[in-house]
Every structure is written in structure tokens, then in C-alpha cells.
């Protein structure tokens, strides 16, 4: 057993709206992404890169990680699911400018204890903090989606978790689309608030990059129904993305005088109260607060 290794449970989540997919082997890509404005920049060793590729790739993980941090991004690293190919990325991706690494094809709590204990061995062998890289469990059998809870909180390591649209539709059996995917993602952003995670993701699927404004409407849906951050494909989608799961000053604005309002009713000894006509009560209030922490974060231009 690595001593200290476990991070504090309950640490702070991480402040993403926008996560940008790059595959870590094309260097036009890499160059570029810094400059789409994602709040983090997920370098993929998995799907992106053909097989033959997967060792070149992994060499290129460190120095890739170190300039992309060096200009200001915060690095994710998706890692393949076969276990050998799963501790090869890990130990190649685990370091200093690397955050996060997302888990694909997550079988169940076990699964995702056995890779942290790959990561506390990687940090401890670099000197680095306990904790220092967090995890983000993706969700794509039947199986997980059965343990959803339980492998959310399978690690304190863990602050978000997404559910994979493509593979999770193939093999449930049916085809991919915002219809037949809403209550798997429904069930996994619950799951996810009871964990004390991060849900990540879309309603839908981010396959189709070029009708923005179909896009765009499925974001803001998305963000009503509970998503805190969403991984974008291309850099076109990182702006809408960045949009819609933050908030704008008319939202603040809307939502400090709220909270204003619901501080002056309660020291009058009121818990609920009407303002614009509607009645509010202290879910609204902390709605509102909500709100507000997110603009401190994210503050949207107008």
C-alpha cells in the first residue's frame, strides 16, 4: 500500500463548462486547441488513435500536457479500457500538468479502484501530492449503468462522471438520439448529484457538429435538465458549449436580486414571499445562489 495515497474525499470540483476532445497525435490539432477557449482540453488516447499509433501516442502525452499548461489549459487525458493498454496510458498520461484522466468502458467499482491504485503508484513514484490527478468515469455498457451510483463514488479521486452515448446505444440496442438516450442521461445526472459529481455530457450526442443551431437548442436543453459540463468534438462547439452552461449577466442579475430579496424577507421573518408575481420559497433562493457561485466562475459576456 502506497502510504497517503488516498485524496481528501470531497474536494473541490473543477470549474468546466467545455472540455475540447484533441487526438494527442495531430499536431495541427494540439497547436490550435488552446485557442477554441475550452475550459479544458481532453488529449484522447483512445478511439482517435488507430492501434499501431496507441505507443507513439503515449510518448507524446508528457511534453504535449506541459505546453498545453504552459498556455494557460487545463489537461484531461482519455485513456483506453483494456486493462494492460489502461495501465500503460496511465503511467504514460500521470504527471504534473495532467488533471484528470477519463476512464472509458468503466465495468464497475472494483474496476475504477484498481486503475486509482495504478495512479497513486505513478504519482508517488513522481513525488507528486496525493490526489493531484483526478478521475472522470465514462459509463457505456448496461452493466455500469447498473452500478452508476456505486462507481461514482467507488473513488475520492472521481469529480465527474458522462455516459457514452455511442457505446452505451449499441449495446443496449437501440439507436443513438436524444429520444431514446433521455433516460439513461436523466438516471446518470441523478446519479451523478448523489455522488457529489460532476454530470458531463449532452442529452443527445455531439456526433453531428455542423448544424449548430440543432446543436445549440440541444445544449441549452441539456443545461435544464441538470449538465454541468459537456465534451465538444470540434472547436466550433466550444463557444455554444460555453454559453449555455454558464451564465449570462441578465441570468445574475435576475438571480441577485433574487437572493437580495430572500435575504430582506427572511431577516423580516418571511421564508417564502412574492417578487415579479411568483412565489418564492427557500429551494428558489438557493436556486438562486447557485446561480450566482456559477457566474463567479464562468461570467458570460453579453
Known amino acids: 500500500m502506497i502510504p497517503n495515497a488516498t485524496p481528501a474525499p470531497h474536494a473541490a470540483l473543477p470549474g468546466w ?12 490539432f494540439v497547436e490550435k486547441a488552446p485557442r477554441a477557449g475550452a475550459d479544458a482540453i481532453q488529449l484522447d488516447l483512445e478511439d482517435s488513435i488507430a492501434p499501431e499509433a496507441k505507443d507513439d ?23 483506453n479500457r483494456p486493462l494492460a493498454m489502461a495501465v500503460r496510458d496511465i503511467e504514460a498520461a500521470v504527471g504534473p500538468d495532467v488533471r484528470a484522466l477519463s476512464l472509458t468502458k ?12 495504478v495512479v497513486d503508484e505513478c504519482e508517488a513514484r513522481q513525488g ?43 449495446e443496449c440496442g437501440f439507436t443513438v438520439g436524444e429520444d431514446t438516450l433521455l433516460l439513461p442521461k436523466q438516471m446518470m445526472v441523478i446519479a451523478a448529484r448523489a455522488a457529489g459529481v460532476m454530470p458531463i455530457g449532452y442529452l443527445g450526442t455531439v456526433v453531428d457538429f455542423t448544424d449548430e443551431q440543432a446543436f445549440g437548442d ?4 441539456s443545461r435544464n435538465f441538470g449538465f454541468d459540463a459537456a465534451t465538444c468534438i470540434h472547436p466550433r462547439q466550444v463557444p455554444i458549449v460555453n454559453r449555455a ?4 449577466p441578465d441570468e445574475a442579475a435576475r438571480a441577485r436580486r433574487l437572493v437580495d430579496e430572500g435575504a430582506r424577507q ?3 421573518g418571511r421564508g417564502a414571499f412574492q417578487l415579479d408575481g411568483k412565489m418564492v420559497d427557500a429551494p428558489l433562493v438557493e436556486r438562486a445562489k447557485r446561480v450566482l457561485a456559477r457566474h463567479e466562475a464562468f461570467g458570460v459576456p453579453a
Open 266 to 268: 427572511l431577516a423580516a
Open 218 to 221: 440541444m445544449v441549452r436543453r
Open 57 to 79: 501516442a503515449r510518448a507524446l502525452v508528457r511534453d504535449t500536457a506541459r505546453r498545453l499548461a504552459a498556455a494557460g489549459a487545463q489537461v484531461l487525458v482519455r485513456i
Open 17 to 28: 463548462r467545455s472540455i475540447l476532445y484533441v487526438p494527442v497525435n495531430v499536431a495541427r
Open 106 to 117: 468503466v465495468a464497475s467499482p472494483d474496476h475504477v479502484r484498481l486503475l486509482a491504485e
Open 128 to 170: 507528486l501530492p496525493s490526489g493531484h490527478t483526478r478521475l472522470v468515469v465514462m459509463i457505456e455498457t448496461p452493466q455500469a449503468f447498473e452500478a452508476m451510483r456505486e462507481i461514482a463514488g467507488a473513488s475520492p479521486r472521481i469529480v465527474g462522471m458522462s455516459l457514452g452515448a455511442e457505446d452505451f446505444a449499441l
Open 245 to 248: 452552461y454558464g451564465v449570462s
